[in-house]
């Protein structure tokens, strides 16, 4: 029914930055929040930020004026740019989309999780 494809991970120094896409494709009504969220080995998976229809955004305190969120409703894509990188941002991080069908029920759906590695 959708797709949710990510791009953008990879390996960095440490004060790098990377920019992640998430890319929603299938029988979309209307995507309402789409959100990023990280997982470190033997860690909870953690909010790191999110971004409502109307562009309204939140992050966490960890990323908070370094990372922005945003999307383009044209193109059903979000981004994250994550700027001023630290080590301890090493994840993968996955993207999720609340998405309205075409048959008007609303499911979350999930990207397949792109690796950002930070060295330091």
């Known amino acids: 029914q959708v797709q949710l494809v990510e791009s953008g991970g990879g390996l960095v120094q440490a004060g790098g930055s990377l920019r992640l896409s998430c890319a929603a494709s299938g029988s979309i009504f209307r995507i309402n929040a789409m959100t990023w969220y990280r997982q470190d080995s033997g860690k909870q998976r953690e909010l790191v930020a999110d971004?409502?229809?109307?562009?309204?955004?939140n992050y966490a305190d960890s990323v908070k004026g370094r990372f922005t969120i945003s999307r383009d409703n044209a193109r059903d894509t979000v981004y994250l740019q994550m700027n001023s990188l630290k080590p301890e941002d090493t994840a993968v991080y996955y993207c999720?989309?609340?998405?309205?069908?075409?048959?008007?029920?609303?499911?979350?759906?999930w990207g397949q999780g792109t690796q950002v590695t930070v060295s330091s």
């Open positions: 999720a989309a609340d998405i309205t069908l075409t048959t008007r029920a609303t499911v979350r759906y």
């Open positions: 971004i409502r229809s109307g562009g309204s955004t």
